[in-house]
């Protein structure tokens, strides 16, 4: 038989990559990388009130870009056997459309305005209509929180597409529907024109927009214009049927089979998250928390339906049939700021080099952006070799890491990161320290709750560019966890992910298992507890725990108020 080959495309925080595999053994082919340019420059950001805005050519340029680099570089032989393409992004991350499905921002009136663009993941803006649902949720009898671990989330579909209709006039009255990252790009690349034809995925459906098999759909239209009269009827524009990753969203167009230099009859399949995709590309097992490890974590587990039939965890991201793997129940968790707190830190000490070096007479001005690159580029590094040498003790400094609010257990976005037992002797690698361990305990909670609400977590798998590049972290998860953790082998899991996803829609497997089998790559590392930390760690815990209820009940948080009027 004549190799197949798919291609995997992964939408990232800041880049997105796509990868050729060969669906035989999943050798990866050929790679590229395209970085976001406008959310490079920060166009339409604003961290100061947590807005995070993509643009979509952002995405529509690196997926040509991407793909095409990668047949390039493949050649013609591997081009002509390419027979499905998969997509995954990061979630939720929505946008308004229009009736054809294209989003506002591509129109020429909108091109330039946040509002009609992609809201990330990590855009905070909408608390207040997050804190509004929740409470309106216990008006009603049926519990339509109950699949989403309780507790809506500000980084969730429904209180961005409120804060959006409520704050912007002409944005609402030009939006037809909403929909995800990770649904409007396959309905791209099949030339869809009709937002109400899009297929879309029960990963983003389910764990993001309430969707549910058990109340048939969406919630009724009653729950939502209680809420906000401006929901009036809009799930009429949204979906009530739901299609799992393993499917086709169609057969690309002509225009993007031209565009990419590929053949007509290539799949493509329906989309999902990144961390959902990754934990297949992992090779995620029955109750092995898979943790895709980058600037936040988001954490999968998988169980056979009829194991954890009547179980709801509170406070988890949700859970959702289908979501992970079909025909398993899908569990997702995970913390708004991992690798990003790290950065952050990284940031704070590179502020000095950043402003003061390009204004030395020392040094020209080439040398001197030289000089930031290098040093900024090894800040993360050094730290963990000197963090490393640092024996802890339980009064050693202490941190929080809700640098990005809580994502779980128990949603907060309001929620501040924190450092304690600071004195003159605490230097930089300490805080990093600090900082590291508050990561890894906030990933002990999360493990925590599974156990506690009878869903255990038997193993631990990391994956993603933290577990690949900082055995330091890895080591100091095994031992707050007191549990190995293996490491998967890929460099791109969730890319890989989405290959084995395009080569099941493409029926070149018949169950994304059976692609698992055949393309996965394997395991190349394992950390196991230290037994001498482990004990040190448990009472360090329960000090973060305390120090986290501090936080959470005793600092006044000026929560904003949502913006409710009509303008």
């Not at 995970?334 to 704070?348: E, H, K, L, T």
């Not at 290098?374 to 941190?399: C, K, M, W, Y």
């Not at 600092?555 to 913006?563: D, G, K, L």
Request: hydrophobic share 40%; with cysteine; glycine share 8%.
């Amino acid at each position: 038989m004549s190799d197949q080959y798919v291609i995997g495309v992964d939408y990232g925080t800041d880049s997105v990559r796509s990868i050729i595999v060969n669906a035989q053994n999943g050798n990866e082919i050929a790679s590229s990388v395209f970085y976001y340019p406008r959310w490079k420059d920060a166009l339409f950001c604003d961290p100061s009130i947590n807005q995070f805005r993509q643009h979509p050519l952002d995405y529509v340029e690196g997926l040509e870009h991407t793909i095409k680099s990668c047949l390039q570089q493949a050649g013609p032989a591997v081009t002509a056997n390419v027979k499905a393409i998969s997509v995954d992004t990061t979630g939720s991350t929505p946008v308004a459309v229009d009736e054809t499905g294209t989003p506002l921002a591509l129109l020429p009136q909108f091109e330039n305005n946040p509002n009609a663009m992609f809201v990330l993941w990590k855009d905070h803006t909408a608390t207040g209509e997050a804190a509004e649902i929740n409470a309106h949720a216990n008006n009603f009898d049926t519990n339509y929180l109950q699949f989403v671990g309780g507790i809506y989330s500000s980084e969730w579909f429904w209180a961005k597409l409120l804060r959006i209709l409520r704050v912007d006039e002409k944005v609402r009255n030009a939006t037809h529907s909403w929909v995800e990252h990770c649904d409007w790009i396959p309905f791209l690349l099949v030339g869809g024109k009709s937002a109400a034809e899009m297929k879309r995925g029960v990963c983003s459906a389910g764990h993001k927009a309430l969707w549910s098999a058990e109340y048939n759909g969406l919630p009724p239209n009653e729950f939502f214009t209680t809420l906000d009269p401006l929901l009036d009827g809009f799930t009429n524009n949204l979906f009530t049927k739901t299609y799992t990753s393993d499917k086709p969203a169609g057969k690309i167009s002509q225009q993007w089979a031209e565009k990419l230099g590929l053949h007509p009859g290539v799949v493509i399949g329906v989309g999902a998250f990144d961390a959902h995709m990754g934990a297949v590309g992992g090779q995620i097992e029955a109750y092995h928390l898979s943790k895709v490890m980058g600037t936040s974590t988001c954490d999968m587990l998988v169980a056979p339906m009829n194991e954890v039939e009547g179980k709801l965890v509170q406070g988890i991201c949700g859970q959702v049939p289908g979501s992970v793997i079909p025909g398993m129940m899908g569990m997702e968790a995970g913390q708004s700021a991992f690798g990003d707190a790290y950065a952050w830190f990284r940031n704070i000490l590179a502020w000095p080099l950043q402003k003061l070096l390009p204004k030395s007479s020392l040094v020209d001005p080439d040398t001197a952006q030289k000089l930031i690159e290098e040093a900024t580029g090894n800040i993360i590094a050094e730290l963990s070799r000197q963090a490393e040498q640092i024996v802890p003790d339980e009064e050693s400094e202490l941190a929080l890491d809700w640098l990005n609010g809580r994502r779980t257990p128990d949603a907060s976005q309001l929620l501040k990161g924190a450092l304690s037992g600071l004195d003159l002797g605490t230097d930089a690698p300490r805080i990093f320290r600090a900082i590291a361990e508050a990561t890894c305990f906030g990933a002990k909670a999360i493990v925590d709750r599974f156990n506690e609400q009878g869903v255990p977590v038997k193993g631990l798998i990391g994956i993603g560019g933290v577990a690949k590049k900082s055995p330091f972290i890895m080591q100091m998860m095994a031992d707050v966890m007191n549990m190995p953790i293996r490491i998967h082998r890929s460099e791109q899991t969730c890319a890989l992910g989405a290959a084995m996803f395009a080569a099941t829609a493409a029926g070149i497997y018949p169950k994304v298992e059976d692609a698992m089998v055949a393309m996965g790559q394997g395991f190349d590392a394992e950390y196991v507890p230290n037994p001498a930390r482990v004990a040190l760690y448990s009472k360090r815990f329960q000090a973060y725990k305390d120090f986290g209820s501090f936080v959470e009940n005793k600092i006044q948080i000026n929560q904003p108020e949502p913006a409710s009027a009509h303008v």
